[in-house]
T-cell receptor, first 115, second 115 residues
Framework: AQSVTQLDSQVPVFEEAPVELRCNYS??????LFWYVQYPNQGLQLLLK??????LVKGINGFEAEFNKSQTSFHLRKPSVHISDTAEYFC?????????????FGDGTTLTVKP | ETGVTQTPRHLVMGMTNKKSLKCEQH?????MYWYKQSAKKPLELMFV???????ENNSVPSRFSPECPNSSHLFLHLHTLQPEDSALYLC??????????????FGEGSRLTVL
């Protein structure tokens, strides 16, 4: 079985500051890794994903994440945040098998960007 | 047409009412999901359908009854709900099977309030 731990439930940050949202996972098999974002009163949308290859993955809205296999981490970063980045962020994993599609989600991190 | 469409976006119902939530995907996916998102709680997977067949039911009370008439449509029938069932209900779809990554595509959600 897989598990995902998002280490911070809430991250307050000032506008234009850098931010890192931390995600650790546990799995006995290889996984795909995802970050999803949920803006208020909306569904989740994909921010970025790691499937294979380069461990640094770039996503939408200037976000990037780095896959670290030895530390089983997939932390999300942005060098300079905007007010509009205020949202809930979810880290998720899915496994390499015929049942790919059953994702395991973390509990979410609320990012609040203050002026 | 957007990828995954949910209706209604908002629903208020009494405990004795019967209502249904609808989800439609235009992405050619073969798997569909219902998730429940309550305030201050993790995302909960309720049901999974693969090619119209229910493959997962995570101990959901029988007052929630899913229906998947084809791979593009998913319903959640609601009957004699409780106030604690008030939540955002999210529909998602994906391509399921070997070689697929498990990336989920979400609708915008149906906000349910049970009085």
């Amino acid at each position: 079985a897989q598990s995902v731990t998002q280490l911070d439930s809430q991250v307050p940050v000032f506008e234009e500051a850098p931010v890192e949202l931390r995600c650790n996972y546990s799995s006995s098999v290889s996984v795909y890794l995802f970050w999803y974002v949920q803006y208020p009163n909306q569904g989740l949308q994909l921010l970025l994903k790691y499937l294979s290859g380069s461990t640094l993955v770039k996503g939408i809205n200037g976000f990037e994440a780095e896959f670290n296999k030895s530390q089983t981490s997939f932390h999300l970063r942005k060098p300079s945040v905007h007010i509009s980045d205020t949202a809930e962020y979810f880290c998720a994993v899915s496994v390499f098998d015929t049942n790919a599609g059953k994702s395991t989600f973390g509990d979410g991190t609320t990012l609040t960007v203050k002026p | 047409e957007t990828g995954v469409t949910q209706t209604p976006r908002h629903l208020v119902m009494g405990m004795t009412n019967k209502k249904s939530l609808k989800c439609e995907q235009h992405l050619g996916h073969n798997a569909m999901y219902w998730y429940k998102q309550s305030a201050k709680k993790p995302l909960e997977l309720m049901f999974v359908y693969n090619f119209k067949e229910q493959t997962e039911n995570n101990s959901v009370p029988s007052r929630f009854s899913p229906e998947c008439p084809n791979s593009s449509h998913l319903f959640l029938h609601l009957h004699t709900l409780q106030p604690e069932d008030s939540a955002l209900y999210l529909c998602a779809s994906s391509l399921k099977g070997q070689g697929n990554t498990g990336e989920l595509f979400f609708g915008e959600g149906s906000r349910l309030t049970v009085l």
